[in-house]
């Protein structure tokens, strides 16, 4: 095992150990969390969506800063997961939600609250799908499967959507403050959004108006050395043809 696989193993572990410590012992501080679980996971997924977008440019960071980047968004990827736990096993605990209906979309129906109850688990199971694609983006690596790769990923983008309206709709009315961080979280995305899609419109732009190479000038064929001899053979004066003739003829024997 990896030192890096080590180190998330542990940090996995102690928050889950922490969470169940929450869970069991109760208090301020599990109340706290169980008021701003949810707004943390979504805070956290949307840094992780930002953070993607922005280690896929090219124009302006090198490899050392969207290597760094790729770390950011793993990061706060893994934090976005540890909250998702405990947002669902805060709400299973206190009796908000029964656990049938935090694992199963969609269970009580498509009208009103359950249709927003159906949109936060769709959202963390797309959570959940796009973290696997993230960890084993190595078994993509070939020819033929990058696009795949990022088609099974970009399931983070409706993950968030469902999110979003799952955050602002569900539960108790949100707070002053829970709306502009809902708000910043909207124009984070759709910035970073904007950003990348203006400038692969603008390498498409840059690649279209780049001349064509110039052709490379064919050198002619060298002239057949026989054809040549029987042009100016056959230019030549009959005297001189008779000369030639007689050279070319083979000599008499002694």
Not at 12 to 23: D, I, N, Q, R
Not at 99 to 105: E, G, I, R
Not at 121 to 149: E, N, P, Q, Y
Not at 164 to 183: E, N
Request: aromatic residues 6%; positive net charge.
């Amino acid at each position: 095992m990896s030192r890096r696989a080590a180190v998330r193993g542990a940090a996995a572990a102690l928050f889950l150990l922490t969470a169940a410590a929450l869970l069991i012992m109760g208090g301020p501080l599990r109340a706290l969390l169980d008021y701003t679980s949810g707004v943390l996971t979504l805070v956290s997924l949307t840094a992780t969506v930002v953070w993607g977008l922005i280690s896929t440019d090219r124009t302006v960071l090198g490899p050392r800063e969207r290597l760094l980047a790729q770390g950011v968004h793993r990061a706060v990827a893994v934090a976005a997961l540890g909250f998702l736990v405990l947002h669902v096993a805060l709400k299973i605990a206190g009796g908000r939600v029964g656990a049938s209906d935090a694992l199963l979309p969609f269970r009580q129906g498509f009208d009103g609250p359950a249709v927003l109850l159906g949109l936060g688990t769709s959202a963390g199971f797309l959570m959940v799908f796009a973290g696997a694609t993230g960890a084993l983006r190595s078994t993509f690596a070939g020819r033929g499967r990058a696009g795949r790769w990022r088609a099974l990923h970009a399931c983070a983008y409706p993950a968030w959507c469902a999110a979003l309206l799952h955050g602002l709709k569900s539960g108790r009315p949100p707070a002053g403050w829970v709306l502009a961080g809902y708000a910043l979280c909207l124009a984070a995305v759709a910035g970073a959004l904007a950003v990348r899609m203006a400038r692969r419109r603008g390498a498409r732009h840059t690649l279209a108006r780049r001349p064509a190479p110039a052709a490379t000038p064919s050198v002619p064929d060298a002239p057949n050395a026989a054809p040549a001899a029987e042009n100016r053979l056959a230019g030549d004066s009959p005297a001189r043809q008779q000369v030639g003739a007689a050279s070319e003829a083979p000599g008499r024997p002694a």
